[in-house]
Each structure stands twice: as structure tokens, then as C-alpha cells.
């Protein structure tokens, strides 16, 4: 079955029924070193997983490694180009839940993505990015304890499938002279636009079902929450791209309403529902007034508009969803991409769940874990229906590699998620405690050891930090 590598001999697989993984005690898990700094992070990761399972539950679990390759491990021993043998995807089809280090990826040419080809050959269509504080980590923002969110990120499509002509490629001159001479002219809002015919071209595929299907994950993880936190915001630039991110927003929306309406309040139709417990005699149009900013300067057309979703929501979910019953729903609003950004930082407290699709929640994901402390600090799992990968949102950090000096704990907290993924919550939450007590310790990496007040010298290595963290286990 296999070519090149042998499962262990002892271990069993986990399985999936309706989504969830059946996991045995002694799970077989598949694991990719990965390139740069996966030879330093990766061996002190699965030393503080070990550490934290034996711990946990003494002889009773234990995690069976399975040592598959991707990368430039796969080249060496598979042969040139051989990024991503077929073992390796064998391996994680089989046993289900895997853990990797970072995969390079060429800028400009060369291989398109390993990270992004395993998300989309596997369907791990959410991309899980928690990102919250750590007492005693050291950041750049006032107040980091303020944020605690989640990146639900869409990681099938958008821009990340990858379809793209190099300019003067003859594809690419082929499209562009169509588009410019049929497509364009033919849909009147575009007007005399012309694509530049020294243009690169790439396609921004964003479908109802995959923006549906992860916005579904993000709020069936909100309706655990409690409150505030149990609130959903569909992040979008649907301004400028109304079919694609516009449709994003809409179509996150539509599912909230339809498929969850008891358990789900959008924005506005709390605010209307709050305007008329506020106010029993409201009119329908002060209510619609309140609603929306510059009511009285809309054409009639827009006016009654905005009138009818008034007096659609009070007709529809005033029974269920009033005299404040709105409170305990789930709240799903909606953001522009930019704007976020600096509600991250502005009001980072009043945000929890952010569904974004694949662009915008790779930007977001870097930017939420740099206030709380940094790439070093920023897990994930790529979710899908019959198979998981964790891995951490930083890359390879290559300039760091083979140093023993790196921060393993974004790749050691993916761990984290995946034995939370497994119900090995004990083990989980050893793991947390010990890199808490780590951080308040002062006994960090480089990246948080500088930006300590004051900077902690010499920081500890990649490797003692995970020994730190195992020490911590019994504080
Ligand atoms: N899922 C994946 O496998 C991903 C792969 N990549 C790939 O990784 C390669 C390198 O990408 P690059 O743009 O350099 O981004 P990286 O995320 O690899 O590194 C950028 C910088 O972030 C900081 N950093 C990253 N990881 C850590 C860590 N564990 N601890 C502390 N600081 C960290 C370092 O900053 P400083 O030096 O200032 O301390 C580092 O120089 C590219 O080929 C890219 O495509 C990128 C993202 C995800
Ligand atoms: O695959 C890559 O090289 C980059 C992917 C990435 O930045 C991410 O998924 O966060
Ligand atoms: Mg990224």
C-alpha cells in the first residue's frame, strides 16, 4: 500500500461518523515535519504532546506517530519534485488527523502551495485560528487580554484555488481579448472598461455552498459560547466585489436566518426589535428611520424598502425573538474587510468568531495573532468533514531555521487543538497551563523574550522552551 514508509505496528485509526472523529486510545496520527523551522519546532512539539498524554492518562492513551513527508524531506527521500507523494496523501486519507510544520512555497513561479493543496484535496474547508491572550505576553497593543477571537476561514477557494495566467501567457491574452471585445461590452454596468493586455490574470472563485457550509461550522461554534461571545461577524470587502465578498455576506446571512432562525439574530433585526421594546407606539417608519443612517435622503423606492424589512421582522420573529428573547440568540453581523482590521485593535472586545473567506482570513489571521504576542503564538486546524490537519498560521520562517531558537508554541497549541478535536481535553489543557505558567515565568523564545519589559536574556532555546512548558505542567 505504502512505498516508502510503514505505519507503526501498534495503534489504531480514528474514524468519522456525521463529522466527528470516533478516536480509540491509541490513535494512529500521521505527522509532516515540515521545512525551516518544522526540524526545530516540530521534534519539541511532539515532546510536549507526549509529555502531556502520559501525564494525563498514564498508560491508558498514547498518540502512535506516523512519520509522513511533504516538503523538502519528500524531495530527498522520494526524488525531485516529489513534493507531495501519493504516501503521504494515503497516510492522512487512512488515519483521518494529522499535525504538520510549515511547507514553503516559491513566490512568483515554481510549486503552487503544499499547505493549500493538502486544504483542498482533503476538503478542509474551515480554517480554525484562535486567537487569544496569555497572560505576561509580551505585545505591541495596550490591551491584548482584550481579544479573544476565532478565524473561521473559507480554505477551498477564492483567489487560493489557484487558477491564474501569467501575463503574455497566450491563455491570458486569449481571456483578455475576449473579455475586453464580448464579455465586458456585453454587460452594461462595466461600461468602457478594458482589461490591460499586459495583465496577469486570476480568477476569484467564491461559491453559495462553500461559503456556506463554513459559515454554518462558525455558527454551530458560536452557539457553544457563552454570552457575549456567542456572536458571528461575516467579514467581507462586498463594497467593491458585490458578487463574490458581497455575496459572501449575503449568503451568510441567508443561512443564518433559514437554517438556525431560533437560534440566530442578525444586527438589524435586533436593533428593529430593540426600537420597539424601547417603544411599543413606534411607527414602522421611525423604526425603519432609526434603522438606517440617512433614511429621509432615500428615493421612496429605497424608503419602502427598508420599510418592509421593518415590518417583515416584527411580523416573523417578534413571537420568538422579542421582549428581549433577541438577547440570548446568537448575534451575526457583518464587517468590511478593512474596517476589522482596526476593530481588532480599536474594539477588539466587542469581536468573537470572525467567518471570513480564504484572502481576507489569511491577512486577519496574521494580524490577530501579532496582538496577542505574535506569530509564535498562532495555532490552527484546517477542519473538514472526514479529515483534519492542525497546523500553525505562521510559515517557515526559513531565516530561523536549524537555530534552535524559534517559538514552537503556535505549532504546540495546534496540538493543543487537535487533542481538543480528540476529547483529550485533560491532556489539552495540561498543555496550556504549562505554557501559561511558562510565559509568566519569563522563560520564553527570542520573539517574546525581546519584546519583555525588561527583555528577558539569554532566551531560552525552540527545545527548552518545550521543556519549560512540560515543567509547568504541575504548577
Ligand atoms: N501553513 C504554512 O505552512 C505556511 C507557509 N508559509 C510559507 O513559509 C515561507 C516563509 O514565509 P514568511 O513570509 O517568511 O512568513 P513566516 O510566517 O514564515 O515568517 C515571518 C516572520 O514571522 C515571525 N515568525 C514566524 N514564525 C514564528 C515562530 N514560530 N515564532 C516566532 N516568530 C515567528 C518571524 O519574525 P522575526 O524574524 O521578526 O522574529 C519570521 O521571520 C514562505 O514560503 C511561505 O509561503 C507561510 C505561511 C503559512
Ligand atoms: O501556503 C503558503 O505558503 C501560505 C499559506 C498561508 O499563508 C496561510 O495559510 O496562512
Ligand atoms: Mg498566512
Known amino acids: 500500500m505504502y512505498e516508502k514508509i510503514t505505519p507503526p505496528t501498534t495503534g489504531s485509526k480514528i474514524t468519522f461518523a ?45 498518540i502512535h506517530w506516523f512519520k509522513v513527508y511533504a516538503g523538502d524531506e519528500a524531495c530527498e527521500l522520494y526524488g525531485t519534485y516529489q513534493y507531495l507523494p501519493e504516501d503521504t ?9 494529522a499535525i504538520k510544520g510549515p511547507l514553503t512555497t516559491p513566490i512568483g513561479g515554481g510549486i503552487r502551495s503544499l499547505n493549500v493543496a493538502l486544504r483542498q484535496i482533503f476538503d478542509l474547508y474551515a480554517c480554525v485560528r484562535p486567537c487569544r491572550y496569555y497572560a505576561g505576553t509580551p505585545s505591541p497593543h495596550k490591551s491584548p487580554d482584550k481579544l479573544d477571537v476565532i478565524v473561521y476561514r473559507e480554505n477551498t477557494e477564492d483567489i487560493y ?139 421612496d423606492e429605497k424608503k419602502a424598502k427598508v420599510c418592509q424589512e421593518v415590518e417583515s421582522v416584527l411580523t416573523s420573529i417578534w413571537e420568538t425573538h422579542g421582549n428581549g428573547k433577541w438577547k440570548d440568540k446568537v448575534m451575526v453581523n457583518d464587517r468590511i474587510a478593512d474596517s476589522i482590521f482596526q476593530q481588532i485593535q480599536t474594539r477588539p ?32 486546524a484546517n477542519i473538514g468533514d472526514t479529515c483534519a490537519i492542525f497546523e500553525a498560521t505562521h510559515g517557515t520562517a526559513p531565516k530561523h531555521a536549524g537555530l534552535d531558537r524559534i517559538n514552537p508554541g503556535s505549532v504546540i497549541l495546534s496540538g493543543v487543538m487537535m487533542l481538543e478535536y480528540m476529547g483529550w481535553q485533560e491532556a489539552a489543557d495540561l498543555i496550556k497551563k504549562g505554557l501559561a505558567a ?38
Open 161 to 299: 484555488l489557484g487558477i491564474e495566467w501569467k501575463e503574455g501567457s497566450p491563455i491570458a491574452e486569449k481571456l483578455i481579448h475576449y473579455l475586453n471585445a464580448e464579455l465586458i461590452p456585453a454587460t452594461p454596468e462595466h461600461g468602457k472598461k478594458q482589461i490591460p493586455l499586459d495583465s496577469g490574470i486570476g480568477i476569484k472563485p467564491i461559491s453559495k455552498k462553500g461559503s456556506q457550509r463554513l459559515v454554518r461550522r462558525a455558527i454551530e461554534h458560536a452557539i457553544r459560547l457563552p454570552k457575549p461571545k456567542n456572536q458571528v461577524t461575516l467579514v467581507h470587502k462586498g463594497n467593491i466585489m458585490k458578487y463574490t465578498e458581497g455575496a459572501f455576506r449575503d449568503w451568510g446571512y441567508e443561512l443564518a436566518t433559514a437554517e438556525f432562525r431560533a437560534d440566530c439574530v442578525t444586527e438589524r433585526e435586533s436593533w428593529i426589535l430593540g426600537n420597539k421594546e424601547k417603544n411599543p407606539d413606534l411607527s414602522v417608519e421611525d423604526n425603519a428611520r432609526m434603522v438606517e443612517p440617512g433614511y429621509d435622503a432615500l428615493t
Open 349 to 380: 472586545d466587542e469581536y468573537s468568531i470572525l467567518a471570513t473567506m480564504n484572502l481576507n482570513g489569511d491577512y486577519l489571521s496574521d494580524a490577530a495573532a501579532a496582538i496577542v504576542g505574535g506569530l509564535g503564538m498562532g495555532p490552527g
Open 89 to 97: 496523501l494515503t497516510a492522512i486519507k487512512e488515519y483521518g488527523v
Open 18 to 62: 456525521d463529522g466527528k472523529p470516533i478516536v480509540p486510545d491509541d490513535p494512529i496520527v500521521p505527522f509532516i515535519r515540515g521545512d525551516g523551522t518544522g526540524v526545530d519546532i516540530w521534534p519539541a512539539t511532539e515532546r510536549v504532546i507526549d509529555a502531556a498524554v502520559a501525564t494525563a492518562y498514564g498508560d491508558r492513551r498514547k
Open 438 to 475: 511558562a510565559i509568566v515565568h519569563r522563560e520564553v523564545t527570542y520573539d517574546l523574550a525581546r519584546l519583555m519589559e525588561p527583555p528577558v536574556d539569554p532566551p531560552l532555546k525552540c527545545s527548552e522552551f518545550a521543556s519549560a512548558i512540560i515543567r509547568h505542567f504541575d504548577d
